[in-house]
């Protein structure tokens, strides 16, 4: 359940660059809600591009800047204390946009290629942002649901770096962050 650009987090609304809001709330909360009273949903997979909030787009919750890690919490524990268990889905590995030009003049992509190196991301970086989820995780506590975390880079990285593509098919649209 969800709607494009409105991050499902419990009472927080999204801005567009002329600080208008997109009307997420209330009806990100009313998808909440409805997760949370159906007792034929025992698990709740939230994901949403969450590099980009905060950074490139401003959160707001009743009309007041808020902290993304603040409504994750908050969002988390609100499912978790329902009994949901809750997988938290990191963002997908984020790659170059301008990565995109020359490979598509290729006959395949092969981004693994000494020519693609510049279309390749440093895994490593990304063990900040799963530290920075674990950390939000641990702080949501003794709760009856359980909170697991699902890094996509366990299946898009190889050991040192992300952003491969295989040799018949690109796995990113062209924007670097959508699958």
Same mark, same amino acid.
């Given at each position: *359940?969800?709607?494009?650009?409105?991050?499902? %987090?419990?009472?927080?609304?999204v %801005?567009?660059? /002329?600080?208008?809001s997109?009307?997420?709330?209330? %009806?990100?909360?009313? !998808?909440? /809600?409805?997760?949370?009273n159906?007792?034929? *949903?025992?698990?709740?997979i939230?994901?949403?591009?969450?590099?980009?909030? #905060?950074r490139? +787009?401003?959160? =707001?919750?009743?009309?007041?800047? +808020?902290?993304?890690?603040?409504?994750?919490?908050?969002?988390i524990?609100?499912l978790?204390?329902?009994?949901? &268990?809750? =997988?938290? =889905?990191?963002?997908?590995?984020?790659?170059? &946009?301008?990565?995109?030009?020359?490979?598509?003049?290729?006959?395949?992509?092969?981004?693994?290629?000494? /020519?693609?190196?510049?279309?390749?991301?440093?895994?490593?970086?990304? #063990? &900040?942002?799963?530290?920075? *989820?674990? +950390?939000i995780?641990?702080?949501?506590?003794?709760?009856?649901?359980? $909170?697991? $975390?699902?890094?996509?880079?366990?299946? %898009?990285?190889?050991?040192?770096?992300?952003? /491969?593509?295989?040799?018949?098919? !690109?796995?990113?649209?062209?924007?670097?962050?959508?699958?």
């Amino acid at each position: *359940i969800g709607r494009g650009s409105c991050p499902p %987090l419990m009472g927080v609304d999204v %801005l567009d660059k /002329e600080n208008a809001s997109l009307a997420c709330q209330p %009806l990100v909360d009313n !998808y909440l /809600e409805f997760i949370r009273n159906s007792a034929d *949903i025992g698990v709740v997979i939230v994901h949403w591009f969450n590099a980009q909030y #905060g950074r490139d +787009v401003p959160l =707001v919750a009743r009309g007041n800047p +808020v902290r993304q890690r603040d409504a994750m919490v908050d969002t988390i524990r609100y499912l978790a204390s329902a009994g949901k &268990t809750v =997988v938290v =889905v990191m963002d997908v590995p984020e790659v170059p &946009t301008s990565c995109y030009p020359a490979a598509r003049q290729r006959a395949f992509p092969v981004w693994n290629s000494d /020519e693609g190196r510049e279309c390749l991301v440093d895994r490593a970086r990304r #063990g &900040t942002v799963r530290s920075e *989820i674990d +950390v939000i995780v641990a702080e949501v506590g003794e709760v009856p649901g359980r $909170v697991l $975390v699902f890094d996509p880079a366990d299946v %898009l990285c190889r050991v040192d770096v992300c952003g /491969e593509v295989d040799s018949a098919n !690109y796995l990113y649209q062209a924007d670097g962050n959508h699958l």
